[in-house]
Nanobody, 116 residues
């Protein structure tokens, strides 16, 4: 079965950095776009970034451009999100997402808290 497992979240001060990971299994990782989506406290889901199958084509939400970098490693079936210059507004649960054969799959999420 499809599994997406996020890790790497935590508490970081404003201006700090974190790297999130998403370990994928149960499907052909190299065949699908992958996404990061977040949910801030009391708010709805917010799309952050997507990466194509080969990793060379990316799409970022304006609020993370030049701060976040997405990457994927097919040999490891893993996707990463490098987050720099973090702001308190980036505080959220970050989810790994894939749409496989018209069905959405989600990980359990990893909490990122940006606070001094």
């Amino acid at each position: 079965q499809v599994q997406l497992v996020e890790s790497g979240g935590g508490l970081v001060q404003p201006g700090g950095s974190l790297r999130l990971s998403c370990a994928a299994s149960g499907f052909t990782f190299s065949s699908y776009w992958m996404f990061w989506v977040r949910q801030a406290p009391g708010k709805g889901l917010e799309w952050v970034v997507g990466v194509n199958t080969g990793g060379e084509n990316t799409r970022y939400a304006d609020f993370v451009k030049d701060r976040f970098t997405i990457s994927r490693h097919g040999g490891e079936n893993t996707m990463y999100l490098h987050m720099n210059s973090l702001k308190p507004d980036d505080t959220a649960v970050y989810y790994c997402n894939a749409n496989i054969l018209s069905r959405n799959y989600w990980g359990q999420g990893t909490q990122v808290t940006v606070s001094s």
